[in-house]
T-cell receptor, first 115, second 118 residues
Framework: AQKITQTQPGMFVQEKEAVTLDCTYD???????LFWYKQPSSGEMIFLIY??????QNATEGRYSLNFQKARKSANLVISASQLGDSAMYFC????????????FGSGTRLQVQP | EPEVTQTPSHQVTQMGQEVILRCVPI?????FYWYRQILGQKVEFLVS????????KSEIFDDQFSVERPDGSNFTLKIRSTKLEDSAMYFC????????????????FGQGTRLTVV
């Protein structure tokens, strides 16, 4: 079974600084996808970024980038130039290409951006 | 921008009552999901639905739960006899298969229905 681990229950970052949220996963399947979602206090799940296991380059979406290290089975989210509105819960999630397509989520990291 | 829509946003129900949570997935998506998130905990998979049938379900999705796609647009989750521990945020999600890709990407989530069982 796949396992997703987020070891940082909470993180603080100063406004305008960069922050890295850690995520490691465990799978023997060679083909899979990794996602990051943001959950603000209002509760909705907002898709941020996706990385496929065969993608040659790290995914980037605006201020979000995914530091994908396949050999280490890590998929850390980097947020550059943090803004106060980035304060939220962040979840890493995983799915396999074959078989189960549903997402398996990590336990989340609560990010607080300080002015 | 297309979005997944869930109704109601909040539902309060008496223990033992039946509830139906409704979702309208993105129209050209093929895979539909229900997830739940108990307050302060991580998001847990309940069930996935493809080609008008359940493709996978978790151990949480017992006989009290059922899903249905009654028409071409709605996707519902029914809890037959609610328990206190069913109180959670329930998320509907949908995803599409990209042309030329074997991967599903970008599972879009609705804003959630907060279910409170009293």
């Amino acid at each position: 079974a796949q396992k997703i681990t987020q070891t940082q229950p909470g993180m603080f970052v100063q406004e305008k600084e960069a922050v890295t949220l850690d995520c490691t996963y465990d799978t023997s399947d060679p083909s899979y996808g990794l996602f990051w979602y943001k959950q603000p206090s209002s509760g909705e799940m907002i898709f941020l970024i996706y990385q496929g296991s065969y993608d040659q380059q790290n995914a980037t979406e605006g201020r979000y980038s995914l530091n994908f290290q396949k050999a280490r089975k890590s998929a850390n989210l980097v947020i550059s130039a943090s803004q106060l509105g980035d304060s939220a819960m962040y979840f890493c999630a995983f799915h396999m290409d074959t078989g189960r397509r549903a997402l398996t989520f990590g336990s989340g990291t609560r990010l607080q951006v300080q002015p | 921008e297309p979005e997944v829509t869930q109704t109601p946003s909040h539902q309060v129900t008496q223990m033992g009552q039946e509830v139906i949570l409704r979702c309208v997935p993105i129209s050209n998506h093929l895979y539909f999901y229900w997830y739940r998130q108990i307050l302060g905990q991580k998001v847990e998979f309940l069930v996935s639905f493809y080609n008008n049938e359940i493709s996978e379900k978790s151990e949480i999705f017992d006989d009290q739960f059922s899903v249905e796609r009654p028409d071409g647009s709605n996707f519902t989750l029914k809890i037959r006899s609610t328990k206190l521990e069913d109180s959670a945020m329930y998320f509907c999600a949908s995803s599409a298969i990209k042309q030329g890709s074997t991967l599903n990407t970008e599972a879009f989530f609705g804003q959630g229905t907060r279910l409170t069982v009293v």
